[in-house]
């Protein structure tokens, strides 16, 4: 059963519907970030931190918008990397030139546009051009160095991550006994980044003044410091294409409501306020990866034949989150001026937030239907996916 609708291209999941559940978690993962983003570019705080007890209920319950990232982050990792696994099952090897090509069809397109209306608009607020920001952009470093948008510092993460990962596969082939890969020390991979990482937070935490704002950028966005994150969502997918055999997995996925809660738990506020603000800065991460891949291991067992419709559309939708993702701020930028959030209520603050949604998802997907998924049919002719 395909679980595309008419008109939408095959995603790089459809090939099986055990995955038709990570769509759903891509629109968990974009809501939340949309939350967060409407919140601080629309300044609609104030009007929240007024509301008594149902802020104090939701600071305990209700994930951070930036755990939104970290979904996508695990998502990527299992996805990207189990392309690699199912062409080595299928073929023995990888092309890694293949996979290059492939990710540049849908990543750079909609990016590269986005980057271009934003240096013409800018030059149009301030008769200058920011060559900087555009390398930064260009080049995809703007993790650590200020870029054109805040957002895309994730997309940084992810194209180094690409490299890192194919990287890793070079290293493991080259020090191989035979000729082919040894996929088995792919465990040992996500072990060196995962203490890598650790290390890289502590001296981070240690050094960099708290107040500062490269502290926020270094503890934030960079990618030694939030790439063990992709690497264990790699890791999952390691599990599941080469450790577990089918009684194993169905074992697993008849944990699926313990994966749910667990997952719930360890992405929400309760786990920061349990740490001391050391600890948290060390951990904090680790332990949102890790119940972002309890969610995703729960995910994986919803199949559209067992969803509700409301489920089935939120799939949908969740298929254009990287459309919507990279449009989000420049479509709250330009609402921004016409909203009134100056005074505005608790309620009116609900409201307001309600709009901005349905305008970045309206564009998100108006962008996804003319860029991304032209471009990713055009690369299914051209370079069909071996895996």
Known sequence: MNSSLPGQPRSESDNSQHFFGLDVLRFVAVTLVLHIHSLIDCNLYQARSGSGLFTQVSDWIV????????????????????????????????????????????????????????????????????VSGLFAELFFVQNYFPGLWGHTWSLAVEEQFYILLIGSFIILKLVARESKLNIHLVPRVFDVVLIGCMIARILTWWYLPIASFEHQRWANWVTHLRVDALFFGMLLAYWWYFRWDENTKRKVMSLKYAFAVAGLILIGPIPERLMTYDVLQTFQFVVKYVGAGCLLLASLTLKPSTLAGCLKWTAWLGRHSYSVYLWHVLVLAGLKPYLGTKNCTFTSSIAIEAACHVACWAVGIFAARIIEFPMLRLRDKLFPSLA
């Open 63 to 130: 994930p951070n918008g930036s755990t939104g990232v970290d979904l996508f982050f695990v998502l990527s990792g299992f996805l990207v990397s189990g392309l690699l696994f199912k062409e080595f099952i299928h073929y023995g090897t990888m092309s890694f030139g293949r996979f290059f090509v492939r990710r540049a069809f849908k990543i750079y397109p909609a990016f590269w546009i986005l980057i271009g209306l934003t240096l013409i608009l800018r030059f149009r607020q301030s008769g200058k051009w920011d």
